[in-house]
């Protein structure tokens, strides 16, 4: 009879240390800007000093002089980069223009020109020695979006919402903004290109390597299978490595010109102007109830800055529509253009700065009404989309995310005066916020394979952008198989691979589970048959069904597993290598599985802050966050993203804003010295609880996206608990000190 080994007690759900930890801590994995090739070279862009005109004068005469120096690209040698094709989801590049497309100068920062040299520091010196001069007119960096008189576009519409606003008995109508706040990952954006023959490698910071190869192959004007990228390792992107930026692009024509491979690492400086941000955000929301808090109409117009030329969309009113139930409402859209590069997806796009104004609208509302916070919510929660024909949700279970934080936190104990709670000499305040994340599976394929050295191993084209990947692709396969972890080989990260998820949206690992898990299925099965089949096999002749797999030994179910053959030993019996199996992942918008039902994580954020009238210093003391996302695959990997999102909130709401010289459009404060993160100092306790309700519809794992939601509803609910404490009302992102000023709380 087969008895299942210790080593194999149940690892899904189990918190499992990373694998490519030891790889990292030890500085083995190679990140993009780690590669070196023989005969490399080093390129510097040259960035625009203006933020609004055109070139009158390129003078690189001086640069190509000095020593070191191969090559100056620009404009006028460039040759020809185009542009990839409209409406290709899978050729999604960042900018619609290419690098170097022509001498109009439409945000700071732009490239105008890239220096190629022996060593970084020839090239950089030669960089500063490029001349450029221009036509400059006065760039349009405002923050007033409000005041758009384009047209705005409907996302979503049921009812009369101004009708039914119109007619409430209890109205609120408020305006909030979010600013400006720019990608940071300690990893900077770096390409490396090698070329071989009319055939280029490119090793990139990219949180899409199967898109960026088409992006590139597309801009280049080559055939697809002549690109491949590769990305290892990523030192976090959180958004803004999802597509291809210019400098990509210009360091594979740099690499083919001097037929040498060619390395670009963009500055610190660089990433505040080229790489993406988060975009403003003017909301103005309404909000009309009844006396008891009964949600009748409910208004989401929001406005984002987007750039000269590109459409972007950050998505504001993605949660509005099926958070609560309301049966009037409507959400709006428009982007006005600014003079700033492209606004890029970053963590919790759309849904979070848009549930900073939803709800900072419910707790104004709650104030409004004297009720709770926490029953306004309850009282409006939906067991139903209604955005969408009243269909179901495959599994939300908000209201126990509410109910548990609320006990976890102490809420009871919320006292409701402003300035009434106090501990230690510090005033204290408390806030609440919900959190939604909409749930997609994408397709994926992956491979598996059993070896004849005893390693298991899978391929896929996804990548590990620092949340866990790699570990939870072993995971599976352990508990598919019982190989234990160090002998299962996770590769991924390159564009030559098996087609693999893009790594946003924290859809990676609700995508690639059923193609790893079929995969194994498949590869098991032939495993089986080779074993049935086989001269020398102790299974030789027996019947498939009979046939078990565990702790990586085949055997039959009447037997113990350590009675049976290890699969390396079948394999070298058949003379045989390897043996695998290809498994996919049906996306959601194909798989009938899905279709009726609303797919989306939940959450709940209660924050505590204490507050210091003498020196009007606000600080995030406490978060308790619960998260309903589906099945939690590895609890420790989890948390740490949930923590981290936290910790984000923490930043959003206290101290990240990007912001620019009017004269100039630069980003005055462009830097890590000036440029407001949190830090270790800034983080509060955090307590992260999920509830771990399997997605009957997600797959046969049944879990979601956590990565994003970690973040929705932090800075609502310290903008709550900002009140609470001092009685000011902040609706416009970060918190300041000047806000502070004007509490009477002492």
């Known amino acids: ?121 020839q090239a950089t010196a030669a960089a500063s020695a490029v001349k450029a001069e221009y036509a400059a007119e006065t760039p349009n960096v405002s923050t007033k979006l409000g005041d758009y008189d384009g047209k705005r576009k409907s996302t979503s519409k049921r009812g009369d919402p101004d009708g039914a606003f119109a007619s409430a008995p209890v109205k609120l109508d408020a305006v909030y903004n979010t600013p400006v706040e720019t990608h940071n990952p300690i990893e900077l954006h770096a390409s490396v290109a090698v070329w071989d023959g009319d055939n280029v490698t490119m090793y990139e910071t990219s949180q899409g390597v199967v898109n960026h190869r088409v992006v590139m192959a597309q801009t280049l004007g080559l055939p697809v299978e002549n690109v491949r990228v590769i990305t290892r390792y990523l030192g976090s992107g959180f958004g803004g490595k999802l597509f291809p930026w210019p400098h990509a692009a210009m360091t594979a024509v740099a690499a083919r010109k001097l037929g040498r491979p060619v390395k670009l690492s963009v500055t610190r400086r660089m990433m505040f102007s080229c790489v993406g941000y988060r975009p403003h955000t003017e909301q103005h929301v309404k909000i009309g109830a009844t006396k008891e808090g009964k949600l009748l109409a409910l208004r989401h117009d929001y406005f ?127 806030g609440m916020g919900g959190a939604s994340w909409v749930a997609i599976q994408l397709p994926c394929t992956a491979v598996v394979e059993f070896c004849a050295n005893g390693r298991l191993c899978v391929r896929c084209g996804t990548q590990d952008i620092g949340t866990g990947t790699y570990t939870v692709f072993a995971q599976v396969l352990h508990e598919k198989t019982g190989v234990p972890l160090e002998k299962i080989d996770v590769i991924l990260g390159d564009s030559g691979l098996p087609g693999g998820p893009m790594s946003g949206g924290s859809m990676v690992t609700g995508s690639v589970l059923d193609a790893i898990a079929n995969g194994a299925n498949g590869a098991i099965k032939r495993l089986q048959q080779i074993a049935a089949s086989t001269d020398g096999s102790p299974l030789k002749g027996a019947s498939l069904e009979t046939i078990a797999l565990t702790g990586g030994r085949l055997h039959t179910k009447s037997q113990a597993y350590t009675d049976g053959a290890h699969f390396a030993d079948i394999l070298s019996a058949a003379k045989l290598a390897r043996v695998s199996a290809e498994g996919k992942t049906t996306p959601s918008w194909e798989n009938p599985k899905s279709k009726g039902y609303s797919l989306h994580s939940f959450g709940a954020q209660f924050v505590e802050v204490e507050y210091d009238p003498e020196i009007a210093r606000v600080r995030v003391s406490r978060v308790v966050s619960v998260i309903d996302g589906g099945r939690i695959i590895n609890p420790k990997a989890a948390t740490n993203q949930i923590a981290g999102a936290v910790v984000m909130g923490v930043g959003m709401g206290l101290l990240e804003e990007t912001v620019y010289d009017h004269r100039t459009g630069q980003p005055i404060n462009g830097s890590l010295a000036d440029y407001l993160v949190a830090t270790c100092a800034d983080a509060p306790d955090i307590d992260v609880t999920f509830l771990d309700h399997p997605d009957p519809i997600m797959g046969e794992y049944g879990a979601r996206g956590i990565a994003e939601i970690g973040l929705a509803g932090v800075a609502p609910a310290i903008t709550a608990a900002v009140y609470h404490a001092t009685g000011v009302r902040v609706r416009d992102l970060p918190v300041r000190i000047e806000d502070l000023l004007q509490s009477k709380v002492v």
Request: hydrophobic content about 35%; glycine content about 8%; charged content about 25%.
């Open 1 to 121: 009879m087969s008895t299942t080994p210790a080593s194999m007690a149940a690892i899904i759900g189990k918190a499992t240390p990373r694998i490519d930890g030891p790889l990292k801590t030890t500085g083995a994995a190679e990140y993009s800007a780690d590669f070196h090739f023989d005969r490399m070279v080093h390129a510097v862009p040259v960035s625009a000093t203006i933020g609004n005109g055109r070139i009158t004068k390129l003078d690189t005469s001086a640069a190509e002089s000095m020593p070191g120096v191969l090559l100056v690209l620009h404009h006028g040698n460039i040759g020809p980069l185009y542009r990839t094709v409209p409406g290709d989801d899978n050729a999604t590049n960042s900018e619609v223009r290419s690098a170097f497309e022509d001498e109009t100068i439409r945000y700071f920062g732009q490239y105008v020109a890239v220096v190629v040299a022996e060593t970084l520091e």
């Open 304 to 430: 984002n800055n987007t750039s000269m030329l590109d459409d972007f969309d950050e998505g504001c009113g993605e949660a509005t529509p099926i958070l609560y139930s309301v049966a009037n409402l409507e959400v709006t859209s428009a982007q006005p253009r600014r003079n700033m590069g492209a606004p890029m997806w970053m963590r919790g796009p759309g849904a979070v700065p848009g549930l900073y104004a939803l709800e900072s609208a419910m707790n104004e509302l709650a104030d409004q009404l004297n009720m709770d916070p926490l029953q306004l919510r309850i009282l409006n929660d939906t067991e139903k989309d209604e955005s969408n024909k009243d269909i179901p949700f495959s599994s939300r279970h908000l209201r126990e995310c509410y109910e548990v934080g609320a006990k976890k936190f102490g809420w009871e104990r919320r006292t409701t005066g402003i300035g009434s709670m106090r501990r230690d000499g510090k005033i204290l305040g408390w």
